[in-house]
């Protein structure tokens, strides 16, 4: 007998929004208000709608009176450019009653509807009481059900684990999780541990993550077919950051357990291309630790070696990311990838310049850039190409060692960051830096206040164009 189909559900242990195509099911009409206003609707419909005031603007609900106090269906509002929300239907998983339902729109492709309403189905309800959600979409046969699927349990993962706190997310519960969506898959994992980093010449690592109770680590699965292209993704595990020994204010703390965020989103991009088998020789490095205050902790003004040989001048100890990034960046290097990828919560500089929704990318790679633009421009999956402007490579030279992990100045942050990063990078024939948020302060209709999935769908789509 054939063993039954792994699922990414399963995985994450989350039931799917989805139902297959139910004949059933009530529906949602969602219209524009030109939409409600021609004469599609049935004239009771109509009638019953306007003298309930319902105008179709953007995110509005009626629902629908039938025989005997049943309901009929439902009625949706998509404003007057249903384009600028694309996601819209995710506030349909709050709105409407339990219940298993079809949504019907000419305004909007049906993979957005049917996307928008399984992303708004999430909650994060592991620390209080909750009943689970008992409102399905029905799924409509021509849509991939998988390929919805897997983007769903892939943002849901990543959402979880930037969510759940560093008490219950640290170095040695990352590394499970890790160990857990490779077993899922059946790929390959393994993780070098405290002192062996340094045994292993992993210096930058175990520097900043030598300080916490807990060892830092780096992590390294391996999936897929040797001879295929070689992609490697690079995750910034740091699962919380105090900002060392330049301490951070409490205001600017109280988020730092999402500084994972880069690890979240690789392992839920991993989660796809394994669940979709894509034929690629597939490499995921983490390096995971915790940025903490102890006697050991390294200082301002210290000065480390890197796997690459490349001296760092610490001048700030709240500019850890890139230095455990640097050793990991290193080590990837040294296989001839066709593509690289690092993700990484990075700099504040990042969310001045484009905001907590637009997370930049910087490469050399012209055609990587216009790939990557054109699939986040596919999948509704925003993204914005910065420069790796070569004036400021000037800025990340250290007086005493070869470079500084945080320039003087305070301008440009994001840049230097990612020029800083690039030194690491020489062999890869295509290498992209992410700096993303992963995490949404105000509530969306496909999303609540919390950890977010950023580029992963964009990535995913040019990866499997690679295939």
């Not at 830092?216 to 740091?238: I, N």
């Not at 989103?265 to 291309?273: G, S």
Request: a negative charge.
């Amino acid at each position: 007998m054939a063993p039954a189909p792994r699922s990414p559900y399963q995985f994450i242990e989350r039931a799917s929004p989805f139902r297959p195509h139910d004949a059933d099911a009530l529906t949602v009409h969602a219209l524009t208000p030109d939409e409600f206003q021609a004469a599609g609707l049935a004239p009771e419909v109509k009638a019953f709608a306007s003298a309930a005031g319902f105008t179709a603007d953007a995110g509005s609900l009626l629902l629908l009176p039938g025989q005997e106090g049943a309901l009929a269906g439902a009625l949706f509002g998509l404003g007057k450019e249903p384009a600028d929300q694309p996601f819209l239907a995710g506030k349909l998983a709050r709105l409407l009653p339990a219940g298993t339902w079809t949504i019907s729109a000419s305004a909007l492709a049906p993979e957005l509807l049917a996307l928008g309403f399984g992303l708004g189905s999430y909650s994060f309800d592991s620390y209080r009481t909750a009943k689970p959600s008992e409102v399905f979409l029905s799924v409509p046969q021509d849509l991939d059900g998988a390929k919805l699927d897997r983007t769903l349990a892939a943002v849901f993962l990543a959402r979880d684990l930037v969510n759940t706190p560093t008490n219950d997310m640290g170095p040695e519960t990352l590394e499970r999780v890790f160990f857990s969506l490779a077993s899922h898959y059946g790929a390959e994992a393994s993780s070098i541990v405290g002192e062996d980093l340094l045994a292993e010449n992993f210096p930058l690592i175990h520097t900043v993550g030598r300080a916490s109770a807990e060892a830092p680590r780096l992590l390294e699965m391996r999936f897929g077919r040797k001879g295929a292209r070689k992609v490697t993704l690079v995750g910034k595990g740091v699962c919380f950051d105090t900002g060392g020994l330049d301490i951070k204010p409490p205001a600017s703390m109280l988020l730092m357990k999402k500084d994972m965020g880069g690890a979240a989103n690789v392992l839920a991009l991993a989660l796809m291309i394994m669940d979709a088998g894509l034929d690629i020789d597939l490499r995921v490095l983490v390096p995971a630790v915790e940025n903490s205050i102890s006697a050991n902790a390294f200082r301002p003004g210290d000065i480390y070696r890197s796997r690459k040989g490349l001296s760092v001048q610490i001048d700030n100890t709240d500019a850890e990311g890139r230095l455990i990034l640097a050793d990991a960046l290193a080590y990837a290097d040294e296989e001839a990838l066709d593509l690289m990828v690092d993700m990484a919560t990075l700099t504040g500089a990042a969310r001045v310049a484009l905001g907590p929704d637009l997370p930049p990318f910087f490469t050399d790679d012209e055609a990587l850039a216009a790939s990557l633009s054109a699939a986040s421009l596919a999948e509704d999956d925003p993204i914005w190409r910065l420069p790796l402007y070569k004036g400021y490579e000037k800025d990340v030279r250290a007086k005493v060692a070869d470079l500084t992990n945080a320039p003087a100045g305070g301008m440009a942050g994001a840049i230097t960051a990612a020029l800083f990063l690039k030194r690491f990078v020489e062999h890869s024939r295509s290498w992209v830096h992410f700096d993303i948020f992963a995490w949404v302060p105000a509530e969306k209709p496909h999303a609540p206040v919390g950890g977010e999935a950023q580029a992963i769908r964009a990535l995913y789509r040019h990866i499997a164009s690679l295939c």
